[in-house]
């Protein structure tokens, strides 16, 4: 037969009042650590009832109801105790309090936010300012988003098994997935999806299969632009790269642009930023050039807007730039392994 919920109810009121009364009489610590013991202790009063809430026969409602009066029971009687040891700490010393209130606290470790993070964050708002928007991207793709609608051909050495992370799960109908090498993918999956103009910004992480060094590692971030609208021209990428330049290292900072080669940008360009420790004189961080390279650009290529189904005649530019070698050198750093290891002696560093 199961007890009736009420009248356990009753039981357990008694009980308390019982262990209230005893303790209220308690002169010295060991009677108080007896009641303890003989109430809450492992085989104590209060335990015997637990396995009642098992029992079987007794309804949910009444199971969760005992469970709450158990618990607060357990609750009750140990603020009681706590109280009542106080109580007689305070008739021993005399004092209500026996902790020397002046000793200094324990200090609690404030979070930050990553040196990488702030970075992203302060490029992104110079961007924004200039009306581009942020969008994200995934950093798993297939090899027509990483690469084909890119432009970039089956043959291109970059797309080599030594140079990326291709998953082992089966291709999809856009080929084999890979870790992205490149934030550029995020092009095509944005201009698939909306109509220009527009101007967008893709922060985000990119892996390819280098050695790790000082100045290389398996994983870093970078930061896409895409910018398609009319007439944009060259001197529109230069303008606004020029001002994010400024906006970053400060109103004394210059780039130049050098042609290069993407295959999804025609014609194509790095910028050079004038190196920011000897302005342009030549040092160890230069390697003697005056110019630091810090991202690659172009205007995008037809190719690549053919691919999402835009018109011919569509203009547009692009840029992107590793975010590790910028917030290298914006703070000095000398080895791109520190941001990845989190040691707090480093990270600390950054207020
Ligand atoms: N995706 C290129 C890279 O990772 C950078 C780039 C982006 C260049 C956009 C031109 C335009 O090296």
Not at 314 to 332: C, D, N, Q, Y
């Amino acid at each position: 037969m199961t007890q009736p919920i009420d009248s356990l109810d009753e039981e357990l009121k008694r009980l308390l009042q019982e262990a209230t009364e005893t303790l209220a009489g308690a002169k010295e610590a060991a009677e108080i650590e007896a009641l303890r013991v003989r109430y809450l202790g492992r085989k104590g009063i209060l335990n015997r009832y637990f396995p009642l809430l098992g029992a079987e026969g007794r309804p949910a409602e009444e199971r969760v109801r005992l469970g709450q009066r158990l618990n607060a029971f357990k609750q009750k009687l140990e603020q009681e105790i706590f109280e009542r040891r106080q109580a007689l700490k305070g008739q021993a010393g005399g004092a209500p309090h026996s902790e020397d209130l002046t000793l200094p606290g324990h200090p609690t470790a404030v979070g930050r936010l990553h040196p990488i993070t702030r970075t992203i964050d302060e490029i992104l708002s110079i961007f924004r300012s200039l009306g581009f928007s942020p969008v994200e991207g995934p950093e798993g793709e297939t090899e027509y988003y990483n690469f084909d609608a890119l432009n970039i051909p089956p043959e291109h050495p970059s797309r080599q098994s030594f140079d990326n992370f291709y998953l082992k799960v089966p291709p999809s109908e856009k080929g084999r997935w890979l870790l992205r090498s490149h934030t550029s993918p995020m092009q095509i999956h944005f201009m698939e999806a909306n109509t220009p103009p527009f101007q967008i910004l893709v922060p985000g992480r990119v892996f390819r299969r280098d050695a790790v060094d000082a100045s290389h590692c398996f994983q870093f971030h970078q930061v896409e632009g895409l910018a398609v609208g009319l007439n944009l021209h060259f001197g529109d990428l230069k303008g606004v790269l020029v001002a994010w330049a400024r906006g970053m290292f400060g109103p004394e900072a210059r780039l130049r642009f050098r042609p290069h080669y993407f295959p999804f940008t025609e014609p194509s360009a790095e910028a050079d930023l004038a190196c920011i420790f000897c302005r342009g004189k030549g040092c160890r961080v230069c390697g003697q050039k005056g110019w630091l390279e810090i991202l690659g650009c172009g205007m995008v290529h037809p190719a690549v807007f053919k691919a999402v189904g835009y018109p011919p005649g569509t203009v547009g530019f692009a840029f992107g730039m590793g975010v590790e070698r910028i917030a290298m050198l914006k703070h000095g750093i000398e080895d791109i392994r520190l941001f990845f290891e989190n040691d707090l002696r480093f990270l600390q560093q950054f207020p």
